[in-house]
């Protein structure tokens, strides 16, 4: 299994839905989606990027098990990556930004 984490902040408040645009190339990959796990790590946004990541984790659009967990420290980057890790099952762990 290959993990992916992306820490995320108001990735939607920008004009370029930056997080958007991360999924969409993802979603482009040709890799297994059995082997593939995207692990979201939300830091503390205040703008509709829950909403978002909860549409795309509802539906069924995505190809991949897509998981949202939350950092209490608003736009800490470094403590985003470590608890994707700890929420993570992958053998191989990539981290890859939003923006």
Partial sequence: MISI??????????????????LLSLKQQEIDHSRLEIIIVDNGSTDNTLQYINKIIDGSCFPYHVRLCSCKETGNRAMSR????????GKIIIFIDDH
């Fill in 5 to 22: 984490i992306i820490p995320t902040y108001n990735s939607m408040e920008k004009k370029k839905n930056s997080l958007s645009l991360t």
């Fill in 82 to 89: 470590n608890i994707g890790v700890k929420n993570s099952r």
